[in-house]
């Protein structure tokens, strides 16, 4: 089965990755981030994303990683961003906030009222340990207690706090509404954590993840689970439809995944530098897709906001 053909709409998202340093390296990561990775976004390139916001109207500003905060110029860059009155958001792996050096990071994404995706794939130690690495629920939780006491996730405080969970191996996640009610009494009950949202979010078959299911001889059949499950409903819903995502080097793509991918979007120019200098047209556009993107509409569907359905 061949994907469907999808056009862009008027953008509304700026996802950029900063790059792939993280303090973690964990199966399911998609773009191999590790402690190890040296890119890491240059300082013009940094400079163009506010441009980008200004130029084009954009509400609402994605940073990723890798893990972001580890970028030298991650506050200067919310900093300025913020003067344009936009949503910005912050995809956490909850354990470089208690990392030596970091330790005023929450704090400050606190006063700037950063919106803050954190991934947490399971509400069980042994489950979290073994796809992310050992020791990192512990942190995990420590760091969402102060996320709480800063007040993230509380009511009428404004400071969202959403929380990410990917499965194990090679499943379709349940359904969100029903998970996250778990996930909110499970957390509250043995941690008395608070949280705003669950995304529940489909695992991608490439990259770490795919090599991963490839040495366990499953990816040829979760790739098979995922067209099966393909839901025409959720085509209008997938997120490349009306975000730009920005690699670590300025060049353009229709998402984080194709970024991964090396799928460029079909702009007239491809680069960061020319969307901060020129008026590009992007509504109308084909959207590049291949038989990865059954990830985004298989079951409930999957975007970098949760289910689409």
Known sequence: MKFPAIKRREATTLQVNLGYRCNQACTHCHVDASPLRKEM???????L??????????KKLDLTGGAPEMHPQFKDLISEVNKLDIDIIDRCNLTILNEPGYEDF????????????????CYEKDNVD??????????????????NTLGYGKERTGLKLNL???PIGANLPPPQRSLELKYKDELYQRYS????????????????FASYLNNKGDLDEYKLLLEKNHSYKNLDSVMCK?????????NLYDCDFNQQLGLKANFSHINLSDLANQNIIIQGNDINVGQHCFGCTAGNGSSCGGALS
């Open 106 to 121: 929450a704090a400050y994404m606190a006063k700037e009222r950063v919106i803050i995706i954190a991934s947490l794939p």
């Open 193 to 208: 954590i608070e949280f705003n949202n669950l995304f529940v979010l489909t695992n991608m078959p490439i990259k770490r």
């Open 49 to 58: 994303i506010p441009k980008v916001l200004k130029r084009y109207g954009i």
């Open 41 to 47: 976004m240059d300082e013009y390139n940094i400079s």
């Open 130 to 147: 073994n796809q992310r690495g050992n020791d990192v629920f512990r942190r995990s939780i420590k760091v969402l207690k102060l996320l």
């Open 242 to 250: 009306d975000t730009i995502s920005v690699d670590w080097q300025g």
């Open 164 to 166: 990410v969970y990917n």
